[in-house]
């Protein structure tokens, strides 16, 4: 079946640092990956939409500036948590939706990646 | 605008019992409704979904649900529980059915007691 690699699982930082996570889907070009935030006991949030080769779709109260997003090719989108503090700690994850498979099947996710900023 | 509540963060069954986890929604339009499972350091697994026709859908590994409007539910069940069901499961729904934007639960973590 098709395969997005998020990575890192885990980061730890200092205040202040910029951390960056990529999502590749591995065998499927990704013509828009998705990115979401879940803090403890809370749902996923959906952050933004990002589409290959344009800008990232944000979604109400998530900081551009913040939460860069590029989606320069079809396999790869990364999210770079810009000057992170400790409320940015929280579980990202990232999924991938996939064109050739059929209408709802088409998206798969990442593993997720536990960002803790000290 | 859509929502979802999944009542019960933690479930604990015995291994063989009744598998229950509990799903409802809200929607201002005919849902599209999804179970996703995640297992240890891995990411969303499709369970199972339902767009629109039968109301019982049957998924991956054993596990079904029903949707029921009068109620806006769509439970998840599964007869017998085994030790590899331990997982968390999470209930979403989409109103555009296209992925567009998906709205999830806060998951449910299942608990598989030998």
């Known amino acids: 079946g098709a395969v997005v690699s998020q990575h890192p699982s885990r980061v730890i930082c200092k205040s202040g640092t910029s951390v960056k996570i990529e999502c590749r889907s591995l065998?499927?070009?990704?013509?828009?990956m998705f990115w979401y935030r879940q803090f403890p006991k809370q749902s996923l949030m959906l952050m933004a939409t990002?589409?290959?080769?344009?800008?990232?779709?944000?979604e109400q109260g998530v900081e551009k500036d913040k939460f860069l997003i590029n989606h320069a090719s079809l396999t790869l989108s990364t999210l770079t948590v810009t000057s992170a503090h400790p409320e940015d700690s929280s579980f990202y994850i990232c999924?991938?939706?996939?064109?050739?498979?059929?209408?709802?099947?088409?998206?798969?996710f990442g593993s997720g990646t536990q960002l803790s900023v000290l | 605008a859509q929502s979802v509540t999944q009542l019960g963060s933690h479930v604990s069954v015995s291994e063989g019992a009744l598998v229950l986890l509990r799903c409802n929604y809200s929607?201002?339009?005919?849902?599209?409704l999804f179970w996703y499972v995640q297992y240890p350091n891995q990411g969303l697994q499709l369970l199972l979904k339902?767009?629109?026709?039968?109301?019982l859908v049957k998924g991956i590994n054993g596990f079904e649900a029903e949707f029921k409007k009068s109620e806006t539910s769509f439970h998840l069940t599964k007869p017998s529980a085994h030790m590899s069901d331990a997982a968390e499961y999470f209930c979403?729904?989409?109103?555009?059915?296209?992925?567009?934007?998906?709205?999830f639960g806060i998951g449910t973590k299942l608990q598989v007691i030998p």
């Open positions: 999924s991938a939706r996939d064109p050739d498979r059929l209408a709802n099947e088409k998206l798969f």
């Open positions: 065998d499927f070009q990704a013509t828009t």
């Open positions: 990002s589409n290959e080769g344009s800008k990232a779709t944000y």
């Open positions: 929607s201002s339009v005919p849902p599209y």
């Open positions: 339902y767009t629109t026709g039968a109301t």
């Open positions: 979403a729904v989409s109103e555009s059915g296209g992925y567009q934007k998906v709205t």
